[in-house]
């Protein structure tokens, strides 16, 4: 095939390509540029707690900062680039295909991110700002524009971002499942598979099953805000001395479908992070991993778990106390599987001839942030201490960890320097 | 090599002993806890706070031991583990974690957790707190012993913020005050005008979301006399940060005082 000098050739290859190594690229390119924006916005927010005393943010602009800088950071940055941005490229080059089951609707989903990643940046330029109620979007604050500003046309653009977003992220997840589970070189078995591809395998169901609802949660919140139904907004509300004529709706309608996709979707961001810490230290250590049957059990239990604890993100919501004792003994109960992927990746340098190459610094450092950030977790998942610690900066300490440290700038850079191993053809 | 893996070690070395050194001495103090259910929160804590500790030093420990004992060599002298290695390995974090994380929810935590949502005893003050963008009201029962009705349509801020159908009623109104007596049980029902709000007490280790349409409830037991904060704990708009209040817990005595003076005011 020629160069292409003419624009089709050009656009067909670079711009609407269908081959995976490309769109995986366009995926952590998008992704770097709002990386860089959700970096910025994090640069406002600590200019302004370093000095509170001086007014650099107008208080409406700080809350839509808050709640942009989330947004993107976890959907348009951790998400895009981890797992739709490395899942393309990687699986198909390690599970031996030669592209991923549907390239044309592998193009789709990265096209469909752009104008989503287009929406939520120019969300922040409407009238009345951007969305203001923070990442989690509660409502009333959400549902009603005269509560705070941002509740006008910036709340409604960045729910529709989100609706294509989700689109975009459920296409992709099928390519995703149907390459995995159809497309292995003959002879790879599931239990063949390298662990990283097996992660992703796992995060793409969790993702497949836990959007969903929260693409209900957003369409109703745009109802409630444009079509006048009350899904979420109750009687008797009173603003500006005014009753709101809304009645029969549960602001916990919301909440229970938020964070069923809420905590799943942070598994969905860590689990890909331990399956290239995986390859990486047994890279670099020179041998298997260790455990690998039951590091693969460990991801469905982590899986499945994660699943039926969203409430201890409610514990004081108001919900019934006796499913707060349930969550959060469900919740505790992740620690064990978690806990022994953790262990398993430690252990895989039993035996070795460790080589401290970049991307090796990077997962050791990464291993012992999964330490911490995972130990916090615990605080956070008993019921009792979580009601100290709920809304504080606390939970932003352990996320931050978490997506920050381990999901985020450790297997990024590690797999980039060691892309070396997978550019074998 | 030999210096990066010194410099590694040394680094994780050390980042474990300044993050032990950070809780033992605890620079950050959260306020001292002055509620009965606090004190049952604040073990909890503190029970994780040394589980986990030991947890990381020994992970942390062992991943340095590792790093140390596997490098620097010419070749690895890996075999296969067999499969019932791995399975008795893999017990160990599985127990360790289950036995550490469950103690904690059902043996520690537990109670603390029925001290907070459990039945409240008959002779319980019952307090009630309305919240709304941006201050807390607090309305205790007048003369008669029964909070008198209220309707949204009636709010009229100021002269009647919490809507009373008659204006002329003997409850007992504070903004952002809230006086209660020291060791006596008091239950807080929690309710909103407008967004979500949380009803947040730090030194009492005390937290209660309010939700529109869905009348909430907590409770405590003060346990020291003085002044307390009360924030506001669930984003609820441009105001949130300056929505705060005071809890007042005085002696009893002086609590039937100014009980008295404020029902004395209305007459």
Redesign the interface.
């Known amino acids: 095939m020629s160069e292409g000098h003419a624009p089709s050739g050009f656009i067909r290859k670079y711009i609407f390509s269908f081959d995976h190594k490309v769109i995986g690229l366009q995926y952590i390119i998008t992704a770097m540029v709002m990386a860089v924006l959700g970096a910025g916005l994090a640069v406002m927010i600590r200019m302004q707690l370093a000095w509170p005393d001086k007014p650099m943010l107008r208080p409406e602009a700080y809350l839509s900062i808050v709640t942009m800088h989330g947004t993107i950071m976890v959907f348009f940055v951790i998400s895009l680039a981890l797992v739709s941005g490395f899942g393309n490229y990687l699986i198909p080059l390690m599970i031996g295909a030669r592209d991923m089951a549907y390239p044309f609707l592998n193009m789709l989903s990265y096209w469909t991110i752009v104008p989503a990643c287009a929406l939520m940046v120019l969300s922040m330029f409407v009238e009345g700002g951007a969305a203001a109620s923070g990442w989690t979007a509660y409502p009333p604050l959400s549902a009603l524009k005269e509560a705070i500003p941002g509740s006008g046309w910036g709340q409604t653009l960045w729910l529709l971002a989100m609706a294509l977003f989700i689109v975009s992220f459920t296409l992709s997840g099928l390519n995703f499942l149907t390459t995995i589970l159809n497309m292995r070189a003959p002879g790879m078995s599931l239990y063949r598979m390298p662990l990283t591809v097996w992660t992703f395998l796992i995060s793409t169901v969790l993702g497949l099953l836990a959007f969903p609802p929260l693409t209900a949660a957003a369409v109703m919140l745009l109802t409630d805000r444009h079509l006048g139904t009350n899904f979420y907004l109750p009687d008797g509300i009173v603003l500006g001395d005014q009753v709101l004529p809304h009645q029969g709706g549960t602001p916990l309608l919301f909440q229970h479908l938020f964070w069923f996709l809420g905590h799943p979707e942070v598994y969905v961001l860590v689990l890909p992070a331990m399956g290239v810490a995986f390859e990486v230290v047994a890279a670099f250590a020179r041998r298997p991993p260790f455990g690998y049957r039951i590091s693969v059990y460990a991801l469905f239990v982590v899986a499945v778990l994660s699943m039926i604890v969203w409430g201890h993100h409610m514990f004081v919501s108001g919900m019934n106390p006796y499913l707060g004792k349930y969550f959060s003994i469900a919740t505790v109960a992740i620690t064990m599987p978690f806990s022994l992927l953790a262990v398993n990746l430690i252990t895989s340098l039993w035996r070795g001839n460790i080589r401290f190459e970049v991307p090796m610094l990077f997962i050791l450092a990464m291993i012992s942030v999964i330490g911490t950030g995972g130990l916090g977790g615990i605080y956070l998942g008993t019921a009792t201490s979580d009601v100290y610690f709920h809304d504080s900066y606390f939970v932003v300490g352990h996320f931050h960890l978490m997506i920050g440290v381990v999901t985020s700038s450790r297997p990024l850079p590690a797999s980039i320097t060691g892309s070396r191993r997978c550019s074998a053809e | 090599?030999k210096a990066?893996?010194i410099v590694?070690l040394l680094f994780?070395a050390a980042?474990t002993v300044l993050?032990i050194f950070g809780f033992v001495a605890k620079p950050w103090q959260?306020p001292e806890v002055a509620s009965k259910a606090g004190e049952?929160?604040d073990s909890?804590?503190n029970y994780?706070l040394v589980s986990?500790g030991i947890?990381?030093v020994i992970?942390?420990a062992?991943?340095i031991w590792?790093?140390w004992r596997?490098?620097g060599?010419?070749?690895?002298?890996?075999?296969?583990?067999t499969?019932k290695a791995?399975?008795m390995?893999?017990l160990?974090?599985?127990l360790?974690?289950?036995a550490?994380?469950?103690i904690?929810?059902?043996v520690?935590?537990?109670p603390?957790?029925n001290e907070?949502?459990g039945m409240p005893p008959d002779d319980a003050l019952k307090v009630e707190v309305v919240g709304?963008?941006f201050e807390w009201i607090v309305r205790y029962a007048g003369k008669d012993g029964k909070f008198d009705p209220t309707k949204?349509?009636k709010?009229?801020?100021p002269r009647n913020p919490l809507?009373f159908v008659d204006e002329d009623n003997d409850d007992i109104v504070a903004r952002n005050v809230l006086t209660v007596p020291v060791n006596k049980p008091v239950v807080v029902k929690l309710r909103t005008?407008?967004?979500?709000h949380?009803f947040?007490i730090?030194a009492f280790?005390?937290?209660?979301?309010l939700?529109?349409?869905?009348p909430?409830q907590t409770r405590f037991t003060a346990t020291k006399t003085g002044k307390f904060e009360i924030v506001c704990?669930?984003?609820?708009?441009?105001g949130h940060y300056r929505m705060r209040g005071e809890v007042h817990v005085l002696e009893q005595k002086d609590f039937d005082e100014w009980m008295r003076k404020k029902q004395a005011e209305l007459e």
């Open positions: 090599m990066l893996r590694l994780l980042m993050t959260p049952g929160i909890v804590i994780l986990t947890v990381f992970g942390h062992g991943l590792l790093i596997y490098s060599k010419s070749d690895a002298g890996y075999k296969p583990e499969p791995q399975w390995w893999a160990v974090p599985v360790c974690m289950a550490i994380s469950e904690g929810v059902l520690i935590g537990g603390a957790w907070l949502y709304k963008q949204p349509q709010v009229r801020e809507g005008l407008d967004v979500q949380s947040s730090p280790r005390l937290k209660q979301d939700v529109p349409g869905l909430t704990a669930e984003l609820c708009g441009m």
